[in-house]
T-cell receptor, first 111, second 112 residues
Framework: AQRVTQPEKLLSVFKGAPVELKCNYSYSGSPELFWYVQYSRQRLQLLLRHISRESIKGFTADLNKGETSFHLKKPFAQEEDSAMYYCALTESGGATNKLIFGTGTLLAVQP | AAGVIQSPRHLIKEKRETATLKCYPIPRHDTVYWYQQGPGQDPQFLISFYEKMQSDKGSIPDRFSAQQFSDYHSELNMSSLELGDSALYFC???????????FGDGTRLSIL
């Protein structure tokens, strides 16, 4: 079954500390992985997609097919990074690309 | 840049009433998706449309229906509302079926 697992409901770090938000997935085909961010009372925003291999707001994520992981990392957390982060997958090149979301990790960056 | 527009932003209904949620995609986007996010839950896919045809169906109750119109906007019709339907309903749009989805602000539906 298609599933996205984010093991941490809450991750609290101090400003300037490194951040790693974990995401593991199970999917039988060829998935496309995303990270979405939801700031307080705002819409879901696309942060990263694995095929872009880019860095947004200092965040990076590498798809590890061997470990079926797509962890989100940032070397130095900022207070404005505090938000809910959702890992999601969709079927790459398929007839449908509904997003399957993980349960989300709330990142709290303390001053 | 223009974003996905959803209306209304907030809606309060009573049990057994009906509700219609509207979604206006980003201009030129031809694909629309609906998601339901219950309190403290992750977004769950409901239904999607591509070029005005239903393209995929998720965990959408039979009491709900949706369609995409000629101008690509979409409406989610909900009948016989139940307390459990209280949630944030997101619409997303994309240019084509295999492109990133851009979300609206959502409609917060509260059932009393």
């Amino acid at each position: 079954a298609q599933r996205v697992t984010q093991p941490e409901k809450l991750l609290s770090v101090f400003k300037g500390a490194p951040v790693e938000l974990k995401c593991n997935y199970s999917y039988s085909g060829s998935p496309e992985l995303f990270w979405y961010v939801q700031y307080s009372r705002q819409r879901l925003q696309l942060l990263l997609r694995h095929i872009s291999r880019e860095s947004i707001k200092g965040f990076t994520a590498d798809l590890n097919k061997g470990e079926t992981s797509f962890h989100l990392k940032k070397p130095f957390a900022q207070e404005e990074d505090s938000a809910m982060y959702y890992c999601a997958l969709t079927e790459s090149g398929g007839a449908t690309n509904k997003l399957i979301f993980g349960t989300g990790t709330l990142l709290a960056v303390q001053p | 840049a223009a974003g996905v527009i959803q209306s209304p932003r907030h809606l309060i209904k009573e049990k057994r009433e009906t509700a219609t949620l509207k979604c206006y995609p980003i201009p030129r986007h031809d694909t629309v998706y609906w998601y339901q996010q219950g309190p403290g839950q992750d977004p769950q896919f409901l239904i999607s449309f591509y070029e005005k045809m239903q393209s995929d169906k998720g965990s959408i109750p039979d009491r709900f229906s949706a369609q995409q119109f000629s101008d690509y906007h979409s409406e989610l019709n909900m009948s016989s509302l139940e307390l459990g339907d209280s949630a944030l309903y997101f619409c997303a749009s994309s240019l084509g079926r295999n492109q990133p989805q851009h979300f609206g602000d959502g409609t917060r539906l509260s059932i009393l």
